[in-house]
């Protein structure tokens, strides 16, 4: 399905929990997993970021930023990957996936994925010549909605520096040591149980993997996926469809080249 | 938990090292700094370096959501206006 749905009603009348997104983004995957996780009935709703539905009226009066995921629970929207698994522990406590000793921490790990993303993620994508250029005529429409997102563009985006690619690798390898040690004695990021923390970081490594870093360093990390994939939750509606991101990002690399797109 | 910062210098701003924050006192702060795969742990001066994290500051700003639960009852959530965690 698509953002048809809005454009066909108000937010207010549509019921039921609808997820907004694109299967090869890693903010998306962490808001599917939760729903899985929850075993939740959802819809899910493709937005199609290279035309730009993100930044359509509809979809911006659910997310002001122009981003994905956004997901909408009986007429109420809440956006941004890290809202949205605060928002379903909430309302749905049961299961819970609170570690209720370490809540504190818990939710700090949390943000350490979700406010990281565009040094550590975005940053590997695009060092790697993948990700999205920004049509010209959309500039505008960055600065307004998603300012952050265009200062990387424009300060790095296809061009970085050798300094700033080494940056990148060293930012993403730290953070896989954060996680790597943190696996060192415990199956989970917090201890035996799994918690909101793993939820929110498995899309991060399986992401870096698909576009080419190399976890092999990271034995504990390797490991921990293999033991979040062996859950139910792992299935077609969470997985991240390598193939299709790869020959994305040929594509990207191809349309970054084109007159119309800064990169 | 660690968190992961750039060591600039205070004169030039110049980013120096990327490594997480081990300790801190009033004078210095010590980083285990990241090099490729390999890292060191390294003492700075506050008087010459600084730290800048590596996260989205977005707004303090946050909103309310008065909802029910799944079991009917009032509940108040409070999230972050500025939207973490998304792709666009």
């Known amino acids: 399905m698509s953002i048809q749905i809005l454009k066909n009603n108000k937010v207010e009348d549509i019921k039921g929990i609808h997820l907004f997104g694109a299967s090869g983004s890693n903010n998306y995957m962490r ?33 002001p930023q122009g981003s994905i995921p956004t997901m909408i629970h009986d007429g109420i929207a809440i956006y941004g990957s890290e809202n949205i698994l605060k928002y379903l522990e909430s309302i749905f406590p049961n299961p819970s996936f609170i570690n209720k000793e370490k809540e504190s921490e818990m939710w700090e790990w949390v943000e350490s994925a979700t406010r990281t993303h565009i040094e550590t993620a975005i940053g590997y994508l695009y060092k790697n010549k993948g990700g999205r250029p920004i049509r010209k005529d959309m500039v505008d429409t960055y600065k307004k909605n998603n300012p952050e997102k265009l200062k990387f563009m424009m300060e790095r985006g296809y061009h970085m520096t050798i300094e700033q690619e080494q940056e990148v690798e060293n930012i993403n390898n730290a953070k896989m040591l954060m996680l790597d040690e943190s696996l060192s004695n415990q199956d989970f990021i917090l201890g035996r149980k799994i918690s909101v923390a793993d939820i929110a970081w498995l899309p991060d490594p399986i992401f870096l993997k ?8 990271y034995p504990n990390v390797e490991k921990w996926i293999k033991r979040m994939q062996n859950r139910p939750s792992n299935n077609k509606r969470t997985k991240l469809p390598a193939f299709k991101l790869k020959v994305a990002m040929f594509y990207l690399k191809w349309l970054s080249k084109n007159k119309n797109y800064i990169h | 938990m660690n968190k992961i910062f750039r060591v600039l210098s205070n004169e030039k701003s110049e980013i120096l090292s990327i490594g997480y924050l081990i300790s801190e006192d009033e004078k210095s702060f010590k980083i285990r700094i990241q090099n490729g ?4 742990v390294q003492s700075f001066k506050k008087e010459n370096f600084k730290l800048k994290s590596i ?21 108040l959530i ?10 666009g």
Do not use: R
């Open chain 1, 31 to 63: 808001a599917a997993l939760m729903l899985e996780e929850k075993q939740l009935n959802w819809q899910s709703h493709s937005v199609n970021l290279l035309k730009y539905e993100q930044f359509e009226p509809e979809y911006l009066a659910i997310n």
């Open chain 1, 210 to 217: 698909t576009i080419g870093f190399n976890l092999s360093p």
């Open chain 2, 37 to 40: 795969i390999k890292t060191s």
């Open chain 2, 55 to 75: 996260y989205e500051q977005g707004t303090k700003e946050m909103y309310q959501i008065k909802t029910k639960d799944h079991n009917n009852n009032d509940i």
């Open chain 2, 78 to 87: 409070e999230l972050p206006k500025s939207c973490f965690g998304g792709c």
